[in-house]
């Protein structure tokens, strides 16, 4: 605990740490998290805070439905700034390489063991704890405060963030702080403290590449698009990107080639999914243009057509952001970070993208990620260390007092 005079002393250690506990035990990947809402919902409700379902519906392409969870702590003065407080329910697929349970949620050494556990369950442990602190003292509250429990994170397409933007919630904050594990994922080395105050962005070209079948036996006599497709995909990763001073490079991946599957013919058609991390300055427009410019200079013998993976809506995209450094949020989370670890937090920047990037880019609000650190995201071993998931209710606590107090 803080040696500091601070509210977030109230912030019980063993307390908090449980339900992470019990959060890691909820199997929840997702599009299954139906689970895990639940139980959040009760939570907040068994403590008076009044939870709301927000219905997460998206017919077309995925025919998900789903439901956020939304809570509200309104300030006295209408004038004063709304907070948005926001954690994700949902995991990755549990992965086979682990040699105990997934869900175990065990504790040994500081750390606390399991799928999610880092990503971000210690996170949404922490928004939980913090928006009930903040509850028990709203007195002292002249903003409001809103907390969102959303699914579909680690989806393709952030149903519940989007969701949130669709309905207007966003319209309604004045900034976003977001529980992610900032420094496993950042730009550059980090230890916590840290701010995260902006996120790269990412476009997934989804490429068509049409050439022309023949005898397998005679392949100068067809166009192999199998072939081509892979003179494209290694042309576009070394192809040049953008740089910026606090988001670093860009990045290109090629991530999967799909074509031909005839036993003994050319193929004639081939897929590619390729992956584009952009930084500001880089947009939907020319980030096509860089990649037509690519399939040109290979003069290939196929006919390439390049777009973007299909998306619920035009602007569903992970645009990259930037936070200013000098905004009042982050002023507010230097303090309360100081007073409760008694160090200044270092200031960091997310390599890749996530709902963040829908709140900062999209909805434009000034986003900080402020989040427990661990290892192994995603796979096997995941685990989040449990000092940070309290160190980080606490600055909660004392930010989100700082800022709408």
Same mark, same amino acid.
């Given at each position: 605990m803080s040696e500091h005079d601070t509210p977030s002393e109230e912030i019980d250690h063993d307390?908090?740490?449980?339900?992470?506990?019990?959060?890691?035990? #909820?199997?929840?990947?997702?599009?299954?998290?139906? @689970?895990?809402?639940?139980?959040?919902?009760?939570?907040?409700?068994? +403590?008076?805070?009044?939870? +709301?379902?927000?219905?997460?519906?998206?017919?077309? #392409?995925?025919?998900?439905?789903?439901?956020? &969870?939304?809570?509200?702590?309104?300030?006295?003065?209408?004038? $004063?700034?709304? %907070?948005?407080?926001?954690?994700?329910?949902?995991?990755? /697929?549990? &992965?086979?390489?682990?040699?105990?349970?997934?869900?175990?949620?065990?504790?040994?050494?500081?750390?606390c063991y399991g799928q999610g556990a880092c990503d971000m369950k210690g996170g949404l442990a922490a928004v939980l704890v913090a928006?009930?602190?903040?509850?028990?003292?709203?007195? @002292?509250?002249?903003?409001?405060? #809103?907390?969102? $429990?959303?699914?579909? +994170? @680690?989806?393709?397409?952030? %149903?519940? $963030?989007?969701?949130? #933007?669709?309905?207007?919630?966003?319209d309604e904050c004045d900034a976003a702080i977001v529980t992610e594990p900032g420094p496993v994922l950042a730009q550059s080395d980090l230890e916590n403290p840290a701010l995260l105050l902006g996120a790269r962005g990412r476009y997934l070209y989804d490429i068509t590449v049409r050439g022309h079948a023949s005898h397998g036996s005679?392949? @100068?006599?067809? /166009?192999?698009?199998?072939?081509?497709?892979?003179?494209?995909?290694? !042309?576009?990763?070394?192809?040049?990107?953008?740089?910026?001073?606090?988001?670093?490079?860009?990045s290109v991946c090629p991530l999967s080639i799909e074509g031909g599957g005839e036993t003994l013919s050319v193929p004639e058609s081939c897929r590619l999914l390729v992956d584009r991390h952009v930084v500001l300055g880089e947009d939907a427009d020319s980030v096509l243009a860089? !990649? +037509?410019?690519?399939? !040109? =200079?290979?003069?290939?013998?196929?006919?390439?057509?390049?777009?973007?993976?299909?998306?619920?809506?035009? =602007?569903v995209r992970y645009g990259p952001y930037v936070t200013d450094e000098d905004h009042p949020l982050v002023r507010s989370l230097q303090a309360a970070t100081a007073s409760v670890t008694g160090q200044p937090p270092s200031i960091g920047y997310f390599s890749s993208v996530g709902d963040f990037n829908y709140f900062g880019h999209r909805a434009k609000l000034p986003t900080v990620i402020v989040g427990p650190d661990g290892e192994n995201i995603h796979g096997a071993g995941e685990f989040v260390y449990t000092d940070d998931v309290v160190d980080v209710t606490q600055i909660l606590v004392d930010g989100a007092l700082e800022f709408v107090g």
């Amino acid at each position: 605990m803080s040696e500091h005079d601070t509210p977030s002393e109230e912030i019980d250690h063993d307390e908090t740490i449980a339900l992470l506990q019990d959060l890691v035990r #909820i199997r929840s990947p997702y599009f299954e998290e139906t @689970e895990i809402v639940e139980f959040v919902y009760e939570w907040l409700a068994n +403590e008076g805070l009044e939870p +709301e379902y927000q219905p997460v519906c998206e017919p077309e #392409i995925t025919g998900y439905e789903g439901h956020n &969870v939304l809570a509200r702590l309104e300030g006295s003065d209408p004038d $004063a700034p709304t %907070l948005l407080l926001n954690a994700h329910v949902d995991t990755v /697929q549990l &992965v086979e390489e682990w040699n105990e349970d997934p869900l175990s949620g065990r504790l040994e050494d500081g750390k606390c063991y399991g799928q999610g556990a880092c990503d971000m369950k210690g996170g949404l442990a922490a928004v939980l704890v913090a928006f009930r602190a903040l509850a028990r003292m709203d007195a @002292e509250l002249r903003g409001d405060v #809103i907390l969102s $429990a959303v699914v579909d +994170e @680690e989806g393709p397409y952030g %149903l519940g $963030a989007n969701q949130l #933007i669709r309905d207007g919630v966003t319209d309604e904050c004045d900034a976003a702080i977001v529980t992610e594990p900032g420094p496993v994922l950042a730009q550059s080395d980090l230890e916590n403290p840290a701010l995260l105050l902006g996120a790269r962005g990412r476009y997934l070209y989804d490429i068509t590449v049409r050439g022309h079948a023949s005898h397998g036996s005679q392949p @100068e006599h067809g /166009q192999n698009a199998v072939v081509d497709a892979g003179e494209l995909a290694g !042309a576009l990763a070394r192809m040049d990107v953008g740089s910026h001073p606090k988001l670093g490079d860009g990045s290109v991946c090629p991530l999967s080639i799909e074509g031909g599957g005839e036993t003994l013919s050319v193929p004639e058609s081939c897929r590619l999914l390729v992956d584009r991390h952009v930084v500001l300055g880089e947009d939907a427009d020319s980030v096509l243009a860089d !990649a +037509e410019r690519v399939a !040109a =200079d290979l003069d290939l013998g196929s006919d390439v057509e390049i777009g973007f993976r299909e998306a619920p809506a035009a =602007d569903v995209r992970y645009g990259p952001y930037v936070t200013d450094e000098d905004h009042p949020l982050v002023r507010s989370l230097q303090a309360a970070t100081a007073s409760v670890t008694g160090q200044p937090p270092s200031i960091g920047y997310f390599s890749s993208v996530g709902d963040f990037n829908y709140f900062g880019h999209r909805a434009k609000l000034p986003t900080v990620i402020v989040g427990p650190d661990g290892e192994n995201i995603h796979g096997a071993g995941e685990f989040v260390y449990t000092d940070d998931v309290v160190d980080v209710t606490q600055i909660l606590v004392d930010g989100a007092l700082e800022f709408v107090g």
